[in-house]
């Protein structure tokens, strides 16, 4: 009977506005949930028959269906904590649950966020306070990373952060700019050599010295200049190594020859002992105690590194690399997730690079408790882009990424809701009166 069919499409009225309110109430519930994708319901018809130009009609109802628009992005909001993490494209933070932490392997599922506060905890794991422990790839101890596979999470590791992590990073490089006296090249005289004295700092982080002893080449009176001088390369840590003689703490000597030219440059360099020069390069490589430090001088012909013209000794320009000892200060990650650490003395490196997960069709992840999702066949497999290259834009430190519920629109949902729900009883109520005067006929 068509009266039947009225009462079942009243129904699933009922299921539908009360299904349409569940997703409300979650929606305006997660309202201030950083991360936080709506729910949407959609209505759906069911025809039973097609009764066209009869007198006979069969209520089919109504079906719903639920979805989560995980590909609408929310406004991000700023922070003040450099590992609050957002995303401004549709890639995704790789995490997964800290209860997973002793079983990782291959087959652990890939989760994958929008946003995140992450903090250190007692071990140092850096993870949100619902337990999400955020992965990346581990730099070499350059600072660089080796190639990995992107469709797998076989390379992708816990990030851990030590709080007392100590860095010190070893002087392998030294420029010099050094003017030496003319005159003093000047036949006849006696001059004393002209030293100078370079801190660098060795493989584990000690103060070192390497002086440089400039000794003009002399001729006979009435000669003029020469031009020439001979540079002997002393290095403090030979004399300090038990192992090695304090005669052997010379390093490299070189003979230095200048030309007339305005500005007094290098014209010439002949190694006597140590690593050879490289003209081109403009420097020469000596071999420390703790390791090979390259010295740039300066190339023939150029200004700059070593000069000589009337004038007095002057160490004008000193450069080096390398660093003292220091104690992690800070972390921060940039717009290509790199996360960096700062130490007190100054010194940065690399630790991490996070990648950013993206599928072919966002809408279908399955959607997970914390703001969480994983992969579907609806979704597509993964791949693993690096931040600020592809489709799935760059990371912003210090910020969240908001709700996308709009509250106003919520509310307007739900007075359509209790309205068509209350229409919906009203038509069960109808269909039960009129029953009833179908079985008040009998008598």
């Known amino acids: 009977m068509s009266i039947s069919s009225a009462l079942s499409a009243g129904v699933s009225g009922l299921a539908a506005n009360s299904a349409r309110l569940a997703g409300i109430s979650d929606n305006i519930a997660n309202s201030g949930t950083y991360g936080y994708k709506r729910v949407s319901t959609d209505f759906e018809s069911i025809v039973i028959g097609d009764a066209r130009g009869g007198g006979r009609y069969t209520a089919g109802g109504v079906q719903t269906s639920t979805s989560r628009a995980v590909d609408q992005r929310g406004s991000l909001i700023g922070t003040s904590h450099p590992l609050d993490i957002a995303i401004t494209g549709r890639g995704m933070l790789p995490v997964i649950n800290a209860t997973q932490l002793g079983s990782l392997d291959n087959s652990t599922p890939l989760m994958m966020t ?3 506060a992450f903090r250190t905890d007692e071990e140092g794991v850096l993870r949100t306070a619902s337990g999400l422990v955020l992965m990346g790839w581990p730099a070499n101890r350059d600072g660089t990373f080796p190639a990995v596979a992107r469709d797998s999470t076989a390379a992708l590791q816990p ?6 992590d100590t860095f010190a990073e070893p002087t392998t490089r030294i420029g010099v700019g050094f003017n030496l006296p003319a005159e003093a090249t000047v036949g006849g005289g006696s001059p004393a050599p002209s030293t100078a004295t370079i801190e660098y700092y060795d493989n584990l982080g000690a103060t070192r010295n390497l002086t440089m002893t400039f000794t003009p080449t002399v001729g006979a009176a009435g000669t003029g200049r020469s031009n020439s001088w001979t540079v002997e390369i002393r290095d403090s840590a030979t004399a300090d190594d038990p192992v090695t003689a304090a ?3 010379l390093v490299g000597s070189y003979e230095l020859e ?3 030219a305005p500005g007094g440059p290098l014209a010439n360099v002949t190694t ?3 690593g050879a020069y490289d003209p081109v390069a403009g420097a020469l490589t000596v071999g420390a105690a703790r390791g090979p430090i390259t010295i740039s001088i300066g190339t023939p012909g150029a200004p700059g590194g070593l000069t000589q013209i009337s004038s007095d000794f002057s160490p004008t320009n000193v450069t080096k690399n390398g660093t003292q000892a220091g104690v992690l200060a800070a972390v921060e990650i ?7 650490a700062t130490y007190d003395n100054g010194a940065t490196r690399t630790l991490f690079q996070v990648p950013l997960v993206d599928v072919p069709n966002p809408n279908g992840l399955i959607a ?5 999702y994983e992969v579907s066949p609806q979704s597509g497999a993964f791949f693993l882009w690096d931040a600020g290259d592809g489709p799935t834009g760059s990371i912003a430190g210090y910020a969240r990424e908001g709700s996308t519920t709009d509250v106003a629109a919520e509310l307007t949902d739900l007075i359509q809701t209790q309205r068509a729900y209350s229409s919906n009883a009203k038509i069960i109520q109808t269909v039960d009166e009129m029953l009833q005067e179908t079985t008040n006929i009998k008598r």
């Not at 997970?368 to 969480?372: A, K, P, V, W, Y």
């Open 114 to 116: 929008r946003t995140g």
């Open 159 to 164: 990030i851990v952060l030590n709080s007392s």
């Open 247 to 249: 005669d052997e703490s």
């Open 258 to 260: 200048f030309d007339d």
């Open 272 to 274: 006597l002992s140590g």
């Open 334 to 340: 940039d717009e290509n997730g790199y996360l960096r």
């Open 368 to 372: 997970l408790d914390s703001q969480t």
